[in-house]
């Protein structure tokens, strides 16, 4: 529940974020709950601003271009200007573990993404809610839960562990599930012989719980009996304490087991690390990608004054013509960017013959239907995109076999070719061209529909008549 009795008048935050929208959104939302904010793209600049004065709270974001949030909370504690203030983490929602992770890694708290003025103002309040010295000191120690019907061997437990660990007893196994419902624990230690439920039992019960099945657990058990061990750690044990406890052992099978459980969560804290490094350097990579893809398509359309925009279109009415041929978003997506680089050809075709005003020689045209070659030629070697090749070599074949290169008909002509050169079509007639202006959306329409079947797959052409049609605020570009 977010706290209304703090008053956040006059606090000062900085947030390191290096997504400028986010850092945006978030000084924004702090500045609604008037707290002052600092906005910062990397940890330097957040020492630096550290280094000239005071916040109230800090909020980092989980993945920063140089380095991740880990890194850089370590980068900024090292500095010790600010060990008291408490810092969040901006997280995409990695589950229960990784905000566990978080917490062992030094952050008071975890804000997901995406952003909102609740979930600001109830991070704050959770983080600046004050708790007393002996909770806190508590808090910091393993929390260890014994669970063994005899009040003895509890209180014996306790005796042991209760100067290193923050140790809980419960006399039964339905009295444990009911206390980790509410509360979280680092191990457990399980007397095997116990009514009502057993340690196998509770073995098994605990295993299918998501939440508590991670919890390592070690059997307490005075059998000397080997076929009790075995199926012990056949239903997810970690070690055996015997009956009666020797201290000293005791200790040390539960500080291995525990560091061991350390180890691991910080080897998954690595695992997610890089998972978390590799998908943003994909997702970088993937941008570029497009950036390159949009830049090939603005240099195409730049040899051509009067086709401004004109790869953009075409890739747009492709990807219309897709969806409402129930392509798959990724078959949609993959077309729109085959449409951008249709063209591309063109950059090997001389731009006097591009631009001339008017008609075509034989000779002039015959270079023209080179660009399809061409294309394909310079795009053979991308892989990211598949069929990339197929829009740019085979957008002039015709249904009916008489198209070029290479007089593909019908569907030996790939789909995605088929829907690019009924997209071409369209938009080559509603542009104006170096040698005539723009032609009226009804002469357009009858174009396609005298083509369907011949020149363009009857299918896509009826989708793009049904395009024509539902434009209801057709305008004659002029550029």
């Known amino acids: 529940m977010i706290s209304d009795s703090i008053n956040f008048q006059g606090m000062k935050a900085l947030s390191l974020n290096d997504n400028g929208h986010d850092n945006y959104l978030m000084g924004e939302l702090l500045r609604e709950l008037q707290i002052v904010c600092d906005e910062v793209s990397d940890s330097e600049e957040a020492v630096q601003k550290l280094q000239c004065n005071k916040y109230d709270i800090i909020f980092i974001d989980f993945m920063l271009a140089k380095e991740d949030g880990v890194t850089a909370l370590g980068r900024i504690h090292n500095t010790h200007l600010c060990d008291d203030t408490p810092v969040i983490i901006l997280t995409e929602g990695n589950g229960g573990v990784a905000r566990h992770n978080y917490l062992n890694a030094g952050f008071s708290g975890c804000l997901e993404l995406p952003l909102t003025g609740a979930k600001l103002k109830n991070a704050i309040s959770h983080c600046l809610k004050p708790n007393p010295a002996p909770e806190a000191e508590k808090a910091a120690l393993n929390h260890i839960l014994v669970i063994d019907d005899d009040d003895m061997n509890l209180f014996v437990a306790k005796k042991i562990l209760s100067q290193k660990f923050q140790v809980t007893g419960k006399n039964s196994g339905r009295a444990a599930f009911e206390y980790l419902e509410a509360e979280s624990v680092d191990l457990i230690l399980l007397d095997i012989r116990m009514p009502e439920m057993d340690g196998f039992t509770f073995l098994e019960l605990i295993r299918e719980k998501p939440q508590l099945k991670d919890i390592p657990i070690i059997c307490l058990t005075a ?218 959306q009804a002469h357009i329409r009858e174009e396609i529909e005298r083509g ?25 570009r002029e550029w």
């Open 452 to 476: 369907r079947g011949t020149q363009f797959d009857p299918e896509y052409a009826e989708i793009m008549l049904q395009i024509i049609d539902e434009d209801k605020e057709y305008q004659l």
């Open 223 to 440: 059998d000397n009996e080997h076929t009790t061990e075995i199926k012990c750690f056949q239903l997810g044990a970690v070690d055996f304490i015997t009956k009666p406890f020797v201290a000293e052992i005791m200790l040390q099978r539960i500080n291995r087991t525990l560091e061991l459980s350390r180890l691991q969560k910080e080897l998954q804290t690595e695992v997610e690390k890089k998972t978390i490094t590799l998908n943003k350097r994909s997702r970088q990579l993937n941008r570029l990608t497009i950036q390159v893809m949009e830049t090939l398509a603005g240099t195409i359309d730049a040899k051509d004054k009067y086709t401004n925009g004109h790869s953009v279109r075409v890739a747009e009415y492709s990807r219309m013509i897709a969806e409402r041929s129930d392509l798959t978003p990724n078959e949609q997506e993959d077309i729109y960017y085959i449409g951008l680089l249709h063209d591309i050809g063109k950059i090997g075709i001389p731009d006097e013959i591009i631009n001339k005003p008017t008609a075509l020689t034989d000779a002039e045209y015959a270079v023209i239907k080179k660009h399809p070659e061409i294309g394909a030629e310079i795009l053979e070697k991308m892989s990211e995109v598949p069929g990339i090749t197929y829009g740019a070599r085979w957008h002039h074949e015709r249904y009916d076999g008489t198209g070029y290169p290479d007089g593909l008909a019908g569907n030996q002509i790939p789909r995605v070719a088929r829907i690019i050169g009924v997209a071409d079509a369209y938009d080559t007639m509603s542009s104006k061209r170096s040698y005539r202006d723009v032609l009226p």
